[in-house]
């Protein structure tokens, strides 16, 4: 038995560098470049969403765009309250990094495991 699913990796994975993606642009768009806690809070509000959706052990494929949306928005909205509503685009990110989180980890966990192992110099399985 697997200790941590294939696409829970992918999932913690896709959270991870989206979180990147994330506080790249809210330090851009914000200029926040100075508050370190308030990206790092951002970039774990990803990696959760990534855990979050990784612990959906579905397999129905069709809904995982609503079911990736629903997520992100719920884990997504946690954050948003810290902003007191005022993070308007952040929050609507996050339902898209749900959404784009689900549907990698529902149809190209594979993928993402291989790049993985490359990337740790092992062999692929």
Same mark, same amino acid.
């Given at each position: ?25 809210? #330090?851009?768009?914000? $200029? /926040?470049?100075? *508050?370190?806690?308030?990206?790092? !809070? @951002?970039?774990?509000?990803?990696? &959760?969403? #990534?855990?979050?959706? $990784? /612990?959906?052990? *579905?397999?129905?494929?069709?809904? !995982? @765009?609503?079911?990736?949306?629903? &997520? ?54």
């Amino acid at each position: 038995m697997k200790v941590v699913s294939l696409r829970m990796k992918t999932s913690i994975v896709m959270g991870a560098l989206l979180g990147v993606v994330c506080i790249i642009g809210a #330090g851009a768009r914000t $200029g /926040l470049w100075g *508050s370190f806690i308030y990206l790092l !809070a @951002l970039w774990y509000n990803r990696l &959760l969403m #990534g855990i979050v959706i $990784g /612990l959906a052990t *579905s397999r129905k494929r069709r809904v !995982a @765009l609503l079911r990736g949306a629903f &997520l992100g928005l719920m884990v997504s909205l946690a954050f948003y309250l810290t902003t007191e509503l005022g993070d308007h685009v952040t929050f609507l990110a996050g339902i898209l990094y749900g959404v784009i989180i689900d549907y990698v980890a529902s149809r190209h966990s594979q993928f993402v495991n291989s790049i993985i192992s490359r990337l740790r110099g092992k062999e692929v399985t």
